[in-house]
């Protein structure tokens, strides 16, 4: 694994490490969506990719369009 953030990739790409706070960064800005926004999802659906994005999308048409977002 590199120092440099934009070099770090996770080392299994199907399933985020919650635990781990370079995947929780470099999920959030995958996923565009805030740290709280992701740690909710993992929580709903569990740690792996394609659940906690359809969770994230899911989430995101149920907001009203001029919510304001929380900062990350």
Do not use: Q
């Amino acid at each position: 694994m590199s120092n440099h953030e934009g070099d770090f990739k996770p080392l299994d790409p199907g399933r985020i490490e919650a635990m781990d706070p370079h995947e929780l960064r470099y999920w959030c800005a995958e996923l565009d969506c805030t740290e709280a926004e992701l740690k909710d999802a993992i929580a709903a659906v569990g740690e792996h990719v394609a659940a906690v994005r359809a969770r994230l999308a899911s989430s995101a048409r149920r907001k009203s369009p001029g919510a304001p977002r929380e900062t990350r």
